[in-house]
């Protein structure tokens, strides 16, 4: 059982940037693809990037292309850049790992998640 946990949240301004964080417990993790999804009280939860277990693919939503980026580094961690962030952009942000490798875009294909880390944007 891999455990996911998420760091780097917090609150900016419209515009501004933040890093996420994702540590998996184990080491191994390389072999799982990789994804962020966002959830906002009462909604469901929202596919955001994912990087699949090479890094070859990487989709965003189209809500964020352009203004995040998403990468690894094969130890244990994958990374959410937020860069232009707009009050939209404001959730509980939640990384998961997909142990078949591929990383897609819903959540149900995922097996593992953190339990989130907030991200209120002001306007």
């Known amino acids: 059982q891999v455990q996911l946990s998420e760091s780097g949240g917090g609150l900016v301004q419209a515009g501004g940037s933040l890093r996420l964080s994702c540590a998996a417990s184990?080491?191994?993790?390389?072999?799982?693809?990789m994804g962020w999804f966002r959830q906002a009280p009462g909604k469901e939860r929202e596919f955001v990037a994912a990087?699949?277990?090479?890094?070859?693919?990487s989709p965003f939503a189209d809500s964020v292309k352009g203004r995040f980026g998403i990468s690894r580094d094969y130890e244990n961690k994958v990374f959410l850049e937020m860069h232009s962030l707009k009050p939209e952009d404001t959730d509980v942000y939640y990384c998961?790992?997909?142990?078949?490798?591929?990383?897609?875009?819903?959540?149900?294909?995922?097996?593992?998640w953190g339990q989130g880390t907030q991200v209120t944007v002001s306007s």
């Open positions: 998961a790992a997909d142990r078949n490798g591929n990383g897609g875009r819903f959540s149900h294909e995922y097996h593992y």
């Open positions: 184990e080491r191994t993790f390389g072999v799982y693809a």
């Open positions: 990087i699949s277990q090479y890094g070859h693919d």
